[in-house]
């Protein structure tokens, strides 16, 4: 999967801020000022990597077996 950055369409290897599922790159998240907000306490906006979710080995496959 590749992130593209929210503002500008870019790929974005590393988000420099996340804002909800959105990705912002590191060049349009400085020249926004979001880089500043996204370290305040209670920021809605989250800095660094999001990361895939992760299967959990217990869990049974829904359609187990059903494969052709």
Do not use: N, Y
């Amino acid at each position: 999967m590749k992130w593209r950055c929210a503002i500008c369409g870019r790929v974005t290897p590393q988000p420099a801020v996340m804002l909800g599922a959105e990705p912002i790159g590191p060049k349009c998240a400085r020249r926004a000022g979001l880089l500043k907000l996204a370290k305040r306490p209670g920021s809605r906006l989250s800095t660094g990597k999001r990361h895939a979710p992760q299967r959990d080995p217990k869990t049974r496959d829904l359609f187990e077996g059903l494969a052709a």
